[in-house]
């Protein structure tokens, strides 16, 4: 919930009070940005030969 904050701008009430269908779709999507960040992290790490 502190991601759909801070990345997002979803206030934990608006969250709250969604259908559970749509928190659904919504985690599944963070997941997918979180996942993509981390792949995006990794190439630039390898580009500047970092671990």
Do not use: V
Not at 1 to 10: N, R, S
Not at 14 to 39: C, D, M, N, T
């Amino acid at each position: 919930m502190y991601l759909l904050f801070k990345y997002k701008g979803i206030l934990p009430s608006e969250y709250y009070w969604k259908p559970a269908g749509e928190k659904l779709i919504i985690k599944a999507f963070l997941l997918r940005e979180i996942e993509e960040r981390e792949k995006e992290k990794e190439e630039i790490m390898k580009m500047f030969d970092m671990k």
